[in-house]
Structure formats: C-alpha cells, structure tokens
C-alpha cells in the first residue's frame, strides 16, 4: 500500500507522474503510508507540492522511511561507471580537481576559498544529469520525471533578470559564483568522457591489430542546461547525511587500480548529501519539530517530535536558514526572517608586509576568522568581528600587543577598528540600494515572483546593515565620549558640546584658536600659491599640516585643549621617536627640508613657547610624525555636536584625519 494523493488543479500529467512515484517507492521498500502528498499548483509555483498526515502522530512516532537502495547518494554517483570514470581523470589531473574545488571569495578575487564538498556536489549532479538522459531505463527515472523542471533558483534566470533584480547583492556574487563553478563542471565531465572513450579506443585497437579501423559512436555529453537542472535539484532538495555508529558509506572499488575516490576526497567519509525521493517534497517551516534519524534502522527514517491529528500538513525543518541561503539554495524567502543575517568577509591584502603576522594571529584564536554574520537582533558590535578586525587593521606593535593577549591596544586601533568597519558596512549598504516602487509589478507572473523575492530579499539585508552601521557608530562615539572625559582640573572647563572635540584634533576642530586658523591658513595659502607659480616650495599634504598643527598645539602648553594629551605623550627627544618611525625616519627627514623648511621660513609661527625665534625643527617634526603613527586614524567626517550625538553623519561628506587622544 502506498500513499494516498491529492491533486487540486494539477495536471493530470503531474498526478500521473507523481502516482507512478509512489508505486516505485513503496515496491522498492519505502514506508510512506503516514502520508498523503498534494499538488496543488499556484500561479506563481506552478509545481507547489507538500504532504499531510493520514493518521494521528505522536512524539518519537516514524513518519515515513526508505530503504538504502531510494537513498540517490554521492556513493551511489561515485560507485557508477560515470562516478568512477571522473574519479581516474581527477586523479590522472590533480589540478582540474583542485579547480573544481576552487571558488572565489565574497572578500576578495585574490584571495579564493576552497569547498572540499564542491566536487562531491557536482559528480552526484553529473550522475543525476546522465540518469535523466537514460530516461525510463533508468532505475531513478520514476523520481527524476516526478521533479520539477524549474525551482526557482536565481541561478535560473536570466541574466539580465538577475542584474536588475539582485543588482551588486551578496545572492548576485554567490550566483555568478556558482555558475562558474557549473561551467567548470560541465568541462570537467565532458573532458572525463572524451578522455575515457580516448583511452577504450586505443585499448580496442591494440585487441584487434593497428590495421583495424574502430567506429566511436560519441556517447553521451553533459550540456550545461542539464547540470543546471541537476544542480538545482541537489541544492534545492539534498540532505546532509551523518553515517551512524556502525554504518560507513558504500565502498567504491578501483576496477582498474586508478579508479576511485579514496586517494581524491578531503571531506569527512562519515558525511555526504543525499537525495530522498518522496520525503524531499515536505516544505519548510522552522516551528515544525521533526528529526531525520539514520540510525533507527537502514537507510533514513523522518521522525516526529511533535503531535500531528489526521489531515495535518506535516512540514520538514531546514534548520536556522537567512534569506540569503533560502533564496539562493530553495527559491523562496521568508517576509521578515528572524534567522535573518548579513554575511561580511574580511580580507586580508596579500600585499601587506603583515599578512603572514595577520593569519598567524587569526589561526591562533579559532574562535576567530575572515567570515562573520550579522543579526537584526545583535545590541552591539559582534565581539568576534571586532576582534577578527582589530588584528587586520593593527600596526606592527599593536599586532604584537594582541598576540602577547592584549584586548585592548590602545585608542588609535580602537578607533581606526570601528571607523574601519563603519567604512565596510557603507560601502556594503551602497549595493544594496532601496527598489523601484514598480519593480514587481512588470514581467510575466514568474518574473514579478521572483522580483517579490528579490524585495524581501534585499530588504532585510538592509536592514541589518542599517542597525549594524548604527551599532558601529554608536560603539566609536562611545569610545570618543570616553576619551573625552578630561579632568577639569587638567585644563580650562567646557561645555559637553566640546568633549568629542577635545578627543579628536584635526586640522577642522572647531576647538583651535583663532591665531591656530589664521597660522593654518597662512601655511596653507603659502603652499598652494607657490603650487600655482611652479616653484619647489610647499607640498602641504594633510599629514604635514597636521604634523604642523600638533607642534604649534604642544607650545601653546596649557592654553591648548589638548595640553594633558601632550602632557601624556613622549617627548620630542624620547628615543622611542625613531623606534616608532622606523624605515620612514630618512624619508621624513628629507621631506622636512625639501618641503617643509622652505614654508616655515616664510610663515614662521608667531606668540608661542618657546619665544617666535625659536622656529620649528626637524626633531620636533619627526615627533609630530611618531604621533600621527601612533594615534592618526581617518573617520567618518562630523561636523557637530549633534551629528556627534546621534550617530548619523552624512556620509557623503567623506573622511577627515586626525590624532585620537589618550586621554584615559
């Protein structure tokens, strides 16, 4: 006895298709009789299936179960005469194997991921796609003709489709992603093929003597349309499966001592996905407790573990899933998704001298790493991606405060972590801009489905960056507020409107003097005039100025805002300044002389300590410049103290650098 099955406005060639299922499943064993499947097609889901309960179901009751041989596994691809032939070509070309496994980073094109699960995925499409072709002599056919011959996928459609939809979005690189990776596939399934009927023919000529003439009919080829299709049904309907205590997965055996995927399979032999003919039409839904046990008896068994009466639709459970993966893996998208998250990949720039400290650092925290989800429910910065960030963006000696185990190295790192991150989650933001209002309301029913996705998609991804960018901002103005907090006894008392000002100098600080302006735009007008006539005098780039401005500020002694900072900070003779600069010591040194000197004697500073004749020099210059390595950080540019407060700058009016204060 097999399942019952309700069809409501379904094709009879689907009923048929779906009733000729069922037979195949329960005479090759399966335990279907707790279910009734329905079809019952939508506009918008032309092939929309599901189940319900034929009887009542209590907690630890079997709903339905296969034997192993309806299990269509990767074991059961690799075992096949396709499985074993791409098997010996991998192995004969290691490196189309270490290309198939091979996909590129959502951080960084320079820096590629490699999946060890890739190549199992694409041998069981290739076996699914090649079993289609057979068509009735397959044993799988009664499952292949049940499956849809679309699923919705953004992989499906097309391109153009796809770029006004998902535009620059996380599901657009992860489909352009894996669309490579099909084409790549495709090649390595046809190139096996040629390769094997090369090698049979030469065989079959030394049997029959060279002057044999021996007729290829060609065979089959894989086209890329059928491993899309194939994929699509690996993606949108496979499980995972755990081998239970005792139980090991088929054995392939090498015909030829080549064949075989012992020497060629990195990922662990105890897991594989599967394919679950009838139990793969149960639909998603995160309330529903249900369990997929391998252990309660040979092959797969779905277990309840919650109460069903008759006529219940019985839902599967695909686990804590985003939108992201829902729409990109399944199809569809939940409205409102609580599981919700935005996926951030870290990058790590090869070109830095600190890449092989930044990785050892990373490897030796596990916790750690370049790929971290965000959540519409997080109430503050992830501490793991902020750390994993503080050690990308550390200089050398921060570096080595955090590998000696220190959680904090100081206020210039803190800050340049959070306004960093602040940076990414922007530029993030910006691809993911908001929709036309019309934008699913054009196209056929299909299309203005998948814009509706594409919708729910992109707004919930913008919502999360929007609270995370809120997160972030709220995180460095809290570090600002901190470090603004100066004794008053240290200095002249203010308002709180200044306290951030006083945590950050910058050539725009709303805190300097009016004979500090008036300096600045002398030095500044100076240089520029003297770019204007061409002459070898000014190259007042930012840091200059700034570097200029921390001297000018540290002889103002007490009648500077920042005098405690400077109080603080190591002297102009410390040795520690040429520690801190480094290799750049020469470089400073001749940029002083060359481009410094030459303004200063034309506008020298005026009304300071020490006496006006005592003009700036070289060593307080290579001072000036230990601090901007020190304590220079550019962030987001704040203009009041309001902005300040509610964390919404405008963003469009880009950066400004400055010297964060130790003022703790």
Same mark, same amino acid.
């Given at each position: 006895?097999?399942?019952?099955?309700?069809?409501?406005?379904?094709?009879?060639?689907?009923?048929?298709?779906?009733?000729?299922? =069922?037979?195949?499943?329960?005479? &090759?064993?399966?335990?279907?009789?707790?279910?009734?499947?329905?079809?019952?097609?939508?506009?918008?889901?032309?092939? =929309?299936?599901?189940?319900?309960?034929?009887?009542?179901?209590?907690?630890?009751?079997?709903?339905?179960?296969?034997?192993?041989?309806?299990?269509?596994?990767?074991?059961?691809?690799?075992?096949?005469?396709?499985?074993?032939?791409?098997?010996?070509?991998?192995?004969?070309?290691?490196?189309?194997?270490?290309?198939?496994?091979?996909?590129?980073?959502?951080?960084?094109?320079?820096?590629?991921?490699?999946?060890?699960?890739?190549?199992?995925?694409?041998?069981?499409?290739?076996?699914?796609?090649?079993?289609?072709?057979?068509?009735?002599?397959?044993?799988?056919?009664?499952?292949?003709?049940?499956?849809?011959?679309?699923?919705?996928?953004?992989?499906?459609?097309?391109?153009?489709?796809?770029?006004?939809?998902?535009?620059?979005?996380?599901?657009?690189?992860?489909?352009?992603?894996?669309?490579?990776?099909?084409?790549?596939?495709?090649?390595?399934?046809?190139?096996?093929?040629?390769?094997?009927?090369?090698?049979?023919?030469?065989?079959?000529?030394?049997?029959?003597?060279?002057?044999?003439?021996?007729?290829?009919?060609?065979?089959?080829?894989?086209?890329?349309?059928?491993?899309?299709?194939?994929?699509?049904?690996?993606?949108?309907?496979?499980?995972?499966?755990?081998?239970?205590?005792?139980?090991?997965?088929?054995?392939?055996?090498?015909?030829?001592?080549?064949?075989?995927?012992?020497?060629?399979?990195?990922?662990?032999?105890?897991?594989?996905?599967?394919?679950?003919?009838? =139990?793969?039409?149960? &639909?998603?839904?995160?309330?529903?407790?249900?369990?997929? &046990?391998?252990?309660?008896?040979?092959?797969?068994?779905?277990?309840?573990?919650?109460?069903?009466?008759?006529?219940?639709?019985?839902?599967?459970?695909?686990?804590?899933?985003?939108?992201?993966?829902?729409?990109?893996?399944?199809?569809?998208?939940?409205?409102? &998704?609580?599981?919700?998250?935005?996926?951030?990949?870290?990058?790590?720039?090869?070109?830095?001298?600190?890449?092989?400290?930044?990785?050892?650092?990373?490897?030796?925290?596990?916790?750690?790493?370049?790929?971290?989800?965000?959540?519409?429910?997080?109430?503050?910065?992830?501490?793991?991606?902020?750390?994993?960030?503080?050690? =990308?963006?550390?200089?050398?000696?921060?570096?080595?405060?955090?590998?000696?185990?220190?959680?904090?190295?100081?206020?210039?790192?803190?800050?340049?972590?959070?306004?960093?991150?602040?940076?990414?989650?922007?530029?993030?933001?910006?691809?993911?801009?908001?929709?036309?209002?019309?934008?699913?309301?054009?196209?056929?029913?299909?299309?203005?489905?998948?814009?509706?996705?594409?919708?729910?998609?992109?707004?919930?991804?913008?919502?999360?960056?929007?609270?995370?960018?809120?997160?972030?901002?709220?995180?460095?103005?809290?570090?600002?507020?901190?470090?603004?907090?100066?004794?008053?006894?240290?200095?002249?008392?203010?308002?709180?409107?200044?306290?951030?000002?006083?945590?950050?100098?910058?050539?725009?600080?709303?805190?300097?003097?009016?004979?500090?302006?008036?300096?600045?735009?002398?030095?500044?007008?100076?240089?520029?005039?003297?770019?204007?006539?061409?002459?070898?005098?000014?190259?007042?780039?930012?840091?200059?100025?700034?570097?200029?401005?921390?001297?000018?500020?540290?002889?103002?002694?007490?009648?500077?805002?920042?005098?405690?900072?400077?109080?603080?900070?190591?002297?102009?003779?410390?040795?520690?300044?040429?520690?801190?600069?480094?290799?750049?010591?020469?470089?400073?040194?001749?940029?002083?002389?060359?481009?410094?000197?030459?303004?200063?004697?034309?506008?020298?500073?005026?009304?300071?300590?020490?006496?006006?004749?005592?003009?700036?020099?070289?060593?307080?210059?290579?001072?000036?410049?230990?601090?901007?390595?020190?304590?220079?950080?550019?962030?987001?540019?704040?203009?009041?103290?309001?902005?300040?407060?509610?964390?919404?700058?405008?963003?469009?009016?880009?950066?400004?650098?400055?010297?964060?204060?130790?003022?703790?």
């Amino acid at each position: 006895m097999h399942s019952a099955l309700t069809t409501d406005g379904a094709s009879s060639e689907d009923a048929d298709r779906l009733a000729k299922l =069922l037979a195949w499943a329960t005479s &090759n064993g399966a335990n279907i009789t707790n279910l009734s499947l329905t079809l019952t097609p939508t506009p918008s889901n032309p092939t =929309l299936r599901g189940a319900i309960v034929t009887a009542p179901l209590t907690p630890g009751d079997s709903i339905a179960s296969l034997p192993p041989a309806l299990i269509l596994s990767e074991s059961v691809a690799r075992a096949s005469p396709l499985g074993r032939t791409l098997a010996a070509f991998l192995k004969r070309h290691p490196h189309r194997l270490a290309d198939l496994q091979t996909t590129p980073s959502a951080a960084s094109a320079s820096a590629p991921q490699r999946d060890p699960y890739l190549a199992g995925v694409l041998v069981l499409a290739a076996f699914l796609a090649s079993e289609r072709a057979r068509g009735e002599a397959s044993f799988w056919w009664p499952y292949i003709a049940s499956l849809p011959d679309k699923f919705g996928l953004p992989l499906e459609w097309p391109r153009e489709v796809r770029e006004r939809l998902l535009g620059r979005s996380a599901v657009a690189f992860v489909v352009e992603a894996r669309e490579g990776q099909l084409r790549r596939g495709v090649e390595v399934v046809n190139d096996a093929l040629e390769e094997e009927e090369s090698r049979k023919r030469e065989k079959r000529v030394k049997t029959v003597g060279k002057a044999a003439r021996v007729e290829m009919d060609g065979g089959w080829r894989i086209k890329f349309e059928d491993m899309l299709w194939a994929y699509s049904v690996v993606a949108s309907r496979a499980f995972p499966r755990v081998y239970g205590e005792g139980e090991s997965a088929p054995t392939v055996t090498d015909e030829d001592d080549e064949d075989g995927w012992t020497d060629i399979n990195e990922k662990e032999e105890s897991h594989e996905v599967c394919l679950y003919p009838v =139990l793969d039409m149960l &639909n998603h839904d995160r309330k529903s407790r249900i369990e997929w &046990n391998s252990v309660r008896g040979p092959g797969i068994t779905f277990v309840a573990q919650m109460s069903y009466n008759e006529g219940d639709v019985i839902w599967n459970n695909y686990g804590p899933k985003g939108n992201e993966n829902l729409l990109s893996n399944y199809g569809f998208v939940i409205p409102n &998704n609580t599981e919700d998250y935005f996926k951030v990949a870290l990058d790590v720039d090869r070109r830095d001298p600190l890449h092989a400290k930044r990785i050892a650092t990373l490897r030796a925290s596990p916790e750690l790493g370049l790929i971290h989800l965000l959540f519409l429910d997080d109430t503050e910065p992830r501490p793991k991606f902020v750390s994993s960030a503080r050690i =990308l963006v550390a200089n050398e000696r921060e570096l080595t405060s955090i590998r000696n185990g220190a959680a904090s190295v100081g206020p210039r790192c803190e800050v340049l972590v959070l306004s960093t991150l602040w940076k990414l989650l922007r530029q993030k933001r910006m691809a993911v801009p908001e929709d036309a209002d019309d934008l699913d309301l054009v196209g056929s029913e299909e299309e203005r489905e998948w814009a509706r996705m594409a919708r729910v998609y992109k707004k919930g991804q913008r919502d999360i960056l929007d609270h995370h960018i809120r997160l972030v901002r709220s995180g460095l103005n809290k570090l600002f507020q901190a470090a603004s907090n100066i004794p008053e006894s240290l200095t002249t008392p203010c308002e709180d409107g200044d306290r951030f000002f006083r945590a950050f100098i910058t050539l725009e600080n709303p805190l300097l003097s009016d004979e500090t302006q008036e300096w600045l735009s002398n030095i500044q007008s100076f240089g520029a005039s003297n770019e204007e006539t061409e002459e070898e005098v000014g190259d007042l780039d930012e840091e200059t100025a700034l570097s200029l401005l921390l001297i000018w500020e540290k002889r103002r002694q007490t009648a500077s805002p920042w005098c405690s900072f400077f109080e603080k900070a190591h002297k102009v003779n410390d040795e520690r300044v040429l520690e801190i600069l480094g290799d750049q010591e020469a470089d400073i040194r001749e940029h002083f002389s060359d481009s410094v000197r030459p303004i200063l004697d034309a506008v020298p500073p005026s009304g300071l300590e020490p006496p006006e004749d005592a003009s700036i020099g070289e060593d307080e210059f290579l001072w000036a410049a230990s601090l901007l390595d020190l304590y220079g950080v550019s962030v987001p540019r704040i203009d009041s103290v309001t902005e300040f407060r509610s964390g919404e700058p405008d963003s469009t009016r880009g950066e400004v650098f400055g010297v964060v204060c130790d003022l703790s």
